[in-house]
């Protein structure tokens, strides 16, 4: 995946990928705090609606969002939605933060039924925003203190409306596992110091491909997700952040039932043993 510095090099178009994809019933939380208020209203517990802001890791496979909407689906004590913003070889100091939560804009209608559209109520639309860095910036000599100076500026942007910052520890690359224990360091060190939850997609990684080293979890370029690796990222979003176990669930994203039975495995115990620390 392009680092930063392609856009030195001729620029890339900012493409926004902006999907809605409702889970059961939505209401979207309205607005209960401005810009600038404190943060005692900052929405806790199972996010209602999720922004996704990212990058190709997200929005391959018809967008990992996706997926963990059609988990939540299945559950009917969950409410969930979700939108993802993503730009091509994005880090994190490429995202608007601001931008994309003003009033009336992202969110202000979603997709439902036989692709009717619904208008949401009018305020915040988003209870929480995920956030991921390029696949190797956090941990990047020159890009890795960007990583920090942002994950602070985006998490401060995001209380400040009404929501509330989570970082998605991304994986390594299939050819550097060197790189899991690296970025699980800067993601969790990034997690600590601004008070945000971080999903372990990365350490389930990790986990998978020492459990099972022949299940594929990337595509030929050896960087991005295959379905199995954008499914078992989506079982990390849906156990760290729903708080529920996938194990058991219904929709395994057309993969071999076995095979969706063991990444919901690995997601669950990766989420609990990082809960843990």
Request: positive net charge.
């Amino acid at each position: 995946m392009r680092n930063r510095t392609a856009r030195a090099l001729g620029g890339i178009l900012a493409v926004l990928a902006l999907a809605g994809c409702a889970g059961t019933s939505h209401v979207p939380p309205q607005a209960t705090s401005a810009p600038g208020a404190a943060t005692s209203a900052t929405p806790s517990g199972p996010p209602q609606a999720l922004l996704w802001v990212g990058n190709s890791f997200f929005y391959y496979n018809n967008s990992m969002h996706g997926h963990v909407a059609l988990l939540a689906r299945g559950d009917k004590s969950i409410t969930h939605r979700g939108v993802s913003v993503t730009i091509s070889g994005s880090g994190i100091d490429w995202h608007d933060v601001a931008s994309y939560l003003g009033p009336d804009r992202i969110g202000k209608y979603s997709f439902v039924g036989d692709n009717e559209i619904r208008f949401n109520p009018p305020g915040r639309q988003f209870d929480a925003v995920m956030i991921m860095d390029c696949s190797q910036c956090p941990i990047h000599p020159q890009l890795g203190p960007i990583f920090h100076e942002y994950a602070r500026k985006h998490a401060e942007t995001i209380r400040a409306h009404g929501a509330r910052p989570i970082l998605f520890m991304s994986w390594a690359y299939k050819d550097k596992p060197e790189m899991t224990a690296q970025l699980a360091e800067q993601y969790t060190k990034a997690g600590k110091a601004n008070g945000a939850q971080v999903v372990p997609a990365g350490l389930a990684f990790a986990k998978s491909v020492a459990r099972k080293p022949d299940l594929e979890l990337y595509v030929p370029d050896r960087r991005h997700p295959s379905l199995a690796g954008t499914y078992l990222a989506a079982c990390t979003v849906y156990a760290a952040l729903l708080g529920k176990s996938p194990v058991g669930n219904p929709y395994t994203a057309g993969l071999p039932a076995d095979v969706a039975l063991h990444l919901q495995q690995v997601a669950w115990e990766t989420v609990k043993e990082y809960q843990g620390r």
